[in-house]
């Protein structure tokens, strides 16, 4: 079992930035792969970043490519999801996932094919 905590989330104004954390424990070994999701009100979750946890090569949509960086520090099992220039349609929880799987790019599309979550973080960026 992996467990993930997220943190960092909260309230900003649009142009802003901010930077999520996910901390992982447990069987972190088995955790290949590691990405972001959001879901807004009324909405599907969907992929935002995800990082070969071996590699280090990272993935992203055309949504959020250029603004938003995903990135690792193994010493402590910790993801990060560094987002700058939010916009007001960045608001959404954000969710850290696993899965034992490697990345690949329709990972992030595939929200069943992730079998690890957090509880959670809410952005909110206003205009």
């Known amino acids: 079992q992996v467990q993930l905590v997220e943190s960092g989330g909260g309230s900003v104004q649009a142009g802003g930035s901010l930077r999520l954390s996910c901390a992982a424990s447990?069987?972190?070994?088995?955790?290949?792969?590691m990405g972001w999701f959001r879901q807004a009100p009324g909405k599907e979750r969907e992929g935002v970043a995800a990082i070969d946890t071996g590699g280090g090569r990272t993935y992203y949509p055309d949504s959020v490519k250029g603004r938003f960086t995903i990135s690792q520090d193994n010493a402590k099992n910790t993801v990060y999801l560094q987002m700058n220039s939010l916009k007001p349609e960045d608001t959404a929880m954000y969710y850290c996932a696993a899965r034992r799987s490697g990345c690949t790019v329709t990972a992030l599309k595939s929200v069943w094919a992730w079998g690890y979550w957090g509880q959670g973080t809410q952005v909110t960026v206003s205009s």
């Open positions: 447990g069987a972190t070994y088995s955790s290949n792969c």
